[in-house]
């Protein structure tokens, strides 16, 4: 029964989908600054859904919790004989000593290069007999630390069994921790050469300054001193049942999963983890202008967005209907305008994120050199427009249209079912949340959009970060924001040559 409840759910959501993404901001068309219109997209027809089709109980995990506090989420699905399960550490970045950044990231990253058991190549030629992917990873501003994975039931008993061993045996070798060491600093290098990775970087730091959020890679100094004995430290401190919880979803019952796990874990040693502190993200500073050097770059890549909310903020689903409408897809206005319109990018996108501390509303396009004033100029067009006119009823439906339809199909992909239970769990949402999120989605309205609009995006505390030839695009920029001249590195590049 549930999964027809599901299935009717998606099959009646898709066509809201579909047509919502066949859709342009509806209404008249708003001129920019340049005086011309935007073209948008040809409203063709529309695909009736009845709002009563969303008023679902989706299925609810079965629980169930060990002697050692290890709790253990199933969320059954019988369609296809697959199983996917995530051990969720509640450590992450976060919890990095500051001398350490990226401590979190290292561990999870070089779980699976051996085991009291088992070598770097017996457990990838294990992974690959099994035929089951797997994947460890964590961030440096991220909550918790995941290992990961999937494959058929068949093959469960003994993909569980690898799955434990690497969870709580790992050794860290010290040749494979040099190895990795050797890789990363090299990769380093390489990202550094991109354009886009430059201007998230500089990005972060000026809205986080030295928050965790303000690093987006590992400094270099914390992957030179990394060392086998640190990785073990951090493991046996915050790799513990009473610090976890195993969320599952596949072709399995809690009556058989359950012996299996309390097999393989039920003697895992709970501990005490030190308290995680979510440090305070920094004041907004005032707006500023971040002009990286690349010398002889063909295009500007542009970067810009104010602090925004925390996951469980009363604003989230108006801030989600904003974002979408300014620049959350091909039918965002962002895309419209400087893509459709103005020909000045490939795409032109908008992005919220959220955690337990204030995430970040931004946009971002790579132009042309040619048109950086140009699409900075319509970019802040967009951004007053948000906050100074009431979106339409029909760029509104749509909007909303197309964020539940693709709620609804992605209900169809176990992978994003555990994700959502997750997402709940870590951040203590309502039983009901995702019943009721379509909902929420569609009670959002235009005042909702321009309120939300108002109140995070402060154009006067507006980062703005390019990345591209200064020789160019330097006094261009000056106009928009006092500016900062760096290079790659992030050293200051004074006005002379």
């Known amino acids: 029964m549930r999964r027809q409840t599901i299935v009717s759910l998606c099959a009646a959501l898709a066509l809201c989908c579909s047509w919502a993404n066949a859709q342009g901001p509806g209404g008249p068309q708003m001129p920019g600054p340049s005086g011309q219109s935007l073209k948008g997209a040809v409203i063709k027809g529309k695909a009736p859904v009845n709002r009563e089709i969303l008023r679902v109980r989706l299925p609810r995990p079965r629980e169930a919790r060990l002697k050692n506090g290890l709790e253990i989420l199933l969320l059954e699905d019988h369609r296809l004989p697959t199983f996917t399960m995530q051990m969720v550490i509640r450590s992450g970045g976060l919890a990095d000593p500051p001398d350490q950044r990226g ?76 190895r990795y060491k050797t890789r990363t600093l090299a990769q380093l290098q390489v990202q550094r050469s991109l354009p886009q990775f430059l201007a998230q970087e500089r990005f972060n730091r000026a809205l986080y300054g030295d928050h965790p959020a303000g690093w987006i890679i590992p400094p270099v100094e914390s992957v030179r001193r990394l060392t086998s004995e640190a990785l073990a430290r ?31 874990f039920g003697d895992w040693e709970p ?168 909902q929420k989605v569609f009670a959002v309205t235009a005042r909702d959009v321009r309120r939300v609009a108002r109140k995070y995006l402060n154009l006067a505390r507006l980062q703005i970060v390019a990345v591209g030839e200064a020789s160019r695009v330097r006094e261009i920029l000056a106009q928009f924001g006092p500016i900062e001249v760096v290079d790659a590195e992030g050293r200051p590049i004074s006005k002379s040559p």
């Open 271 to 438: 501990g005490e983890v030190p308290r995680v502190k979510i440090p305070s993200v920094p004041a907004q500073s005032p707006r500023k202008v971040h002009l990286i050097d690349r010398p002889r770059s063909p295009q500007t890549v542009i970067q810009l967005g104010v602090l925004g909310i925390t996951r469980t903020d009363p604003d989230y689903f108006a801030l989600l209907v904003a974002n979408h409408i300014l620049g959350g897809g091909p039918t965002g206005r962002l895309f419209l305008n400087l893509r459709e319109d103005k020909g000045y990018t490939y795409g032109a996108y908008s992005s919220f994120t959220s955690s337990k501390f204030r995430g970040v509303w931004g946009a971002s396009a790579a132009v042309r050199t040619e048109v950086t004033e140009g699409a900075m100029q319509e970019f802040l067009y967009e951004l007053q427009r948000l906050r100074d006119e009431m979106v339409s009823a029909e760029e509104l439906e749509n909007a909303k249209r197309a964020l539940v339809g693709s709620f609804a199909l992605s209900l169809e992909r176990p992978q994003e079912l555990l994700q959502n239970i997750i997402t709940q769990k870590i951040y203590n949402l309502p039983p009901d949340y995702w019943d009721t999120y379509p």
């Open 234 to 264: 951090f493991h046996a401190t915050h790799y513990r049942p009473n610090n976890a919880f195993l969320a599952v979803v596949g072709d399995v019952t809690l009556q058989d999963l359950l012996p299996r796990v309390e097999r393989l």
């Open 103 to 178: 401590l979190a990231q290292f561990t999870a990253a070089l779980l699976r290069e051996g085991t009291k058991h088992r070598s770097s190549r017996e457990i990838a030629e294990h992974l690959d007999t099994l035929g089951v992917t797997f994947s460890a990873t964590s961030g440096l501003s991220s909550l918790t630390s995941v290992v990961s994975m999937s494959g058929v039931t068949d093959v469960l008993d003994d993909a569980l069994e690898l799955f434990a061993e690497i969870i709580r045996h790992p050794t860290f070798p010290p040749e494979e921790v040099e």
